[in-house]
Protein backbone atom coordinates (compact mmCIF):
# COMPACT_ATOMS: atom_id res chain seq x y z
CA UNK A 1 0.00 0.00 0.00
CA UNK A 2 1.30 3.44 -1.06
CA UNK A 3 2.04 6.07 1.78
CA UNK A 4 1.36 9.92 1.51
CA UNK A 5 5.00 11.54 1.72
CA UNK A 6 5.63 13.80 4.54
CA UNK A 7 4.71 17.58 4.94
CA UNK A 8 7.27 20.48 5.10
CA UNK A 9 6.76 23.71 6.78
CA UNK A 10 9.02 26.43 6.94
CA UNK A 11 8.92 30.10 7.95
CA UNK A 12 9.19 33.19 5.30
CA UNK A 13 8.92 36.71 6.53
CA UNK A 14 6.70 38.59 5.22
CA UNK A 15 8.12 40.87 2.51
CA UNK A 16 6.06 42.80 0.64
CA UNK A 17 5.97 43.64 -3.12
CA UNK A 18 8.49 40.67 -3.59
CA UNK A 19 8.75 36.86 -4.50
CA UNK A 20 10.61 34.91 -1.97
CA UNK A 21 12.06 31.90 -2.83
CA UNK A 22 11.20 28.05 -1.74
CA UNK A 23 14.59 26.11 -2.08
CA UNK A 24 14.93 23.88 -5.09
CA UNK A 25 14.08 27.18 -7.44
CA UNK A 26 10.94 27.34 -6.52
CA UNK A 27 9.47 30.76 -6.47
CA UNK A 28 6.07 31.70 -4.04
CA UNK A 29 4.05 34.40 -5.12
CA UNK A 30 3.87 36.80 -2.05
CA UNK A 31 0.74 38.88 -1.97
CA UNK A 32 1.52 41.96 -0.44
CA UNK A 33 -0.90 43.01 3.09
CA UNK A 34 -0.86 39.33 3.65
CA UNK A 35 -0.76 39.02 7.41
CA UNK A 36 1.58 36.98 9.65
CA UNK A 37 0.15 33.65 11.10
CA UNK A 38 -1.07 32.62 7.68
CA UNK A 39 -0.08 29.76 5.35
CA UNK A 40 1.32 29.50 1.25
CA UNK A 41 0.61 26.11 0.09
CA UNK A 42 2.43 26.21 -3.53
CA UNK A 43 2.36 23.68 -5.69
CA UNK A 44 6.29 22.63 -5.04
CA UNK A 45 6.52 19.30 -3.52
CA UNK A 46 8.55 18.16 -0.36
CA UNK A 47 9.15 14.74 0.59
CA UNK A 48 8.67 11.27 -1.88
CA UNK A 49 6.05 9.05 -0.35
CA UNK A 50 6.60 5.75 0.57
CA UNK A 51 6.17 2.52 -1.99
CA UNK A 52 5.02 4.93 -4.74
CA UNK A 53 3.12 7.28 -2.71
CA UNK A 54 2.20 10.83 -3.90
CA UNK A 55 4.90 13.15 -2.49
CA UNK A 56 3.68 15.18 0.27
CA UNK A 57 3.30 19.23 0.43
CA UNK A 58 5.76 21.92 1.29
CA UNK A 59 3.81 24.67 3.60
CA UNK A 60 4.95 28.56 4.04
CA UNK A 61 4.00 29.61 7.86
CA UNK A 62 4.05 34.22 6.81
CA UNK A 63 5.82 35.40 9.79
CA UNK A 64 5.11 39.24 10.74
CA UNK A 65 7.93 41.28 12.24
CA UNK A 66 6.57 44.27 14.34
CA UNK A 67 7.13 47.66 12.54
CA UNK A 68 8.75 50.58 14.51
CA UNK A 69 6.31 52.84 13.81
CA UNK A 70 3.21 51.21 13.01
CA UNK A 71 0.77 48.92 14.44
CA UNK A 72 -1.72 46.53 11.76
CA UNK A 73 -5.28 46.56 12.31
CA UNK A 74 -6.72 44.64 9.21
CA UNK A 75 -5.62 46.62 6.16
CA UNK A 76 -5.38 49.84 7.94
CA UNK A 77 -2.12 50.77 9.82
CA UNK A 78 -2.17 52.89 13.57
CA UNK A 79 0.30 55.46 14.34
CA UNK A 80 0.42 57.03 17.38
CA UNK A 81 1.70 60.79 16.93
CA UNK A 82 2.69 62.48 19.82
CA UNK A 83 2.33 66.85 19.50
CA UNK A 84 2.99 69.34 21.60
CA UNK A 85 0.33 71.16 23.25
CA UNK A 86 0.56 74.41 21.26
CA UNK A 87 0.16 72.25 17.92
CA UNK A 88 -2.74 70.75 19.59
CA UNK A 89 -4.41 74.20 20.61
CA UNK A 90 -3.50 76.12 17.77
CA UNK A 91 -3.26 73.34 14.70
CA UNK A 92 -1.03 73.32 12.39
CA UNK A 93 0.64 70.69 9.98
CA UNK A 94 2.79 67.72 11.08
CA UNK A 95 4.43 65.13 9.19
CA UNK A 96 3.30 61.62 9.48
CA UNK A 97 5.53 58.76 7.74
CA UNK A 98 3.61 56.35 5.47
CA UNK A 99 4.50 53.18 3.27
CA UNK A 100 4.93 55.38 0.38
CA UNK A 101 7.50 58.48 1.94
CA UNK A 102 6.48 60.91 4.16
CA UNK A 103 2.74 63.06 3.96
CA UNK A 104 1.82 65.85 5.94
CA UNK A 105 -1.41 65.89 7.80
CA UNK A 106 -3.49 68.79 8.71
CA UNK A 107 -3.93 68.55 12.61
CA UNK A 108 -7.06 70.59 13.35
CA UNK A 109 -7.24 73.39 15.88
CA UNK A 110 -8.27 72.66 19.54
CA UNK A 111 -7.68 68.69 18.69
CA UNK A 112 -7.84 66.67 21.85
CA UNK A 113 -5.61 63.55 23.32
CA UNK A 114 -6.73 60.52 21.99
CA UNK A 115 -8.27 61.70 18.91
CA UNK A 116 -8.14 59.63 15.70
CA UNK A 117 -7.60 61.51 12.30
CA UNK A 118 -7.48 59.02 9.14
CA UNK A 119 -5.52 59.22 6.07
CA UNK A 120 -7.39 57.36 3.44
CA UNK A 121 -5.59 54.86 1.46
CA UNK A 122 -2.35 55.03 2.52
CA UNK A 123 -2.34 51.83 4.54
CA UNK A 124 -1.80 47.82 3.16
CA UNK A 125 -3.01 46.38 0.38
CA UNK A 126 -6.42 44.66 1.32
CA UNK A 127 -5.93 40.93 0.00
CA UNK A 128 -9.95 40.40 -1.54
CA UNK A 129 -10.18 43.71 -3.12
CA UNK A 130 -6.74 44.85 -3.83
CA UNK A 131 -7.62 48.56 -2.02
CA UNK A 132 -5.22 50.10 0.21
CA UNK A 133 -6.63 50.20 4.05
CA UNK A 134 -6.19 53.69 5.73
CA UNK A 135 -3.69 54.94 8.01
CA UNK A 136 -5.51 56.00 11.57
CA UNK A 137 -3.49 58.57 13.55
CA UNK A 138 -3.98 58.88 17.29
CA UNK A 139 -3.03 62.37 18.61
CA UNK A 140 -1.24 62.46 22.01
CA UNK A 141 -0.04 65.61 23.80
CA UNK A 142 3.17 65.22 25.01
CA UNK A 143 4.36 67.32 27.66
CA UNK A 144 8.23 67.96 28.06
CA UNK A 145 9.31 66.20 31.68
CA UNK A 146 11.54 69.08 32.14
CA UNK A 147 10.42 72.22 30.22
CA UNK A 148 13.38 74.74 30.15
CA UNK A 149 13.73 78.14 31.73
CA UNK A 150 12.16 80.20 28.88
CA UNK A 151 8.99 77.63 28.58
CA UNK A 152 8.58 77.58 32.09
CA UNK A 153 8.34 81.63 31.79
CA UNK A 154 5.89 81.39 28.89
CA UNK A 155 3.74 78.53 30.84
CA UNK A 156 3.22 80.52 33.47
CA UNK A 157 2.16 83.49 31.75
CA UNK A 158 -0.41 81.34 29.74
CA UNK A 159 -1.70 79.99 33.11
CA UNK A 160 -2.86 83.56 33.70
CA UNK A 161 -5.10 83.68 30.64
CA UNK A 162 -5.90 80.10 29.54
CA UNK A 163 -9.74 78.52 29.88
CA UNK A 164 -9.93 76.34 32.69
CA UNK A 165 -10.97 72.71 31.78
CA UNK A 166 -14.47 71.28 33.27
CA UNK A 167 -14.77 70.01 36.91
CA UNK A 168 -14.37 66.38 37.21
CA UNK A 169 -17.54 64.15 36.73
CA UNK A 170 -19.12 67.41 34.79
CA UNK A 171 -20.76 66.74 31.24
CA UNK A 172 -19.66 68.56 28.74
CA UNK A 173 -22.81 69.36 25.63
CA UNK A 174 -22.98 66.78 23.85
CA UNK A 175 -22.77 66.36 19.94
CA UNK A 176 -25.62 66.10 17.83
CA UNK A 177 -24.30 62.59 17.04
CA UNK A 178 -23.68 61.93 20.73
CA UNK A 179 -27.69 63.01 21.25
CA UNK A 180 -28.55 60.83 18.54
CA UNK A 181 -26.90 58.08 19.51
CA UNK A 182 -28.31 58.08 23.00
CA UNK A 183 -31.97 58.69 21.73
CA UNK A 184 -31.81 55.58 20.10
CA UNK A 185 -30.26 53.75 23.29
CA UNK A 186 -27.31 52.49 21.71
Known amino acids: MPWRGGDRARPLPALPRRR?????????????????????????RARRGRRGGDPGDVIVLIEEKEHACFRRKGSDLVLELPITYSTAALGGPEEIPTLDGK??????RGIQSGKVLRLRGKG?????DGRRGDILVRVHIWVPDKPGDEEQE?????????????????????????????????
Do not use: N
Not at 21 to 35: I, N, S
Not at 103 to 108: E, H, K, N, T, Y
Not at 124 to 128: A, D, H, I, K, Y
Open 20 to 44: ARAGRGHRLGHHPGRGGGRELHPAA
Open 124 to 128: LPSLR
Open 154 to 186: LLGELRKVESKPPDPGEKRAASWFERMRDSWGS
Open 103 to 108: VALDIP
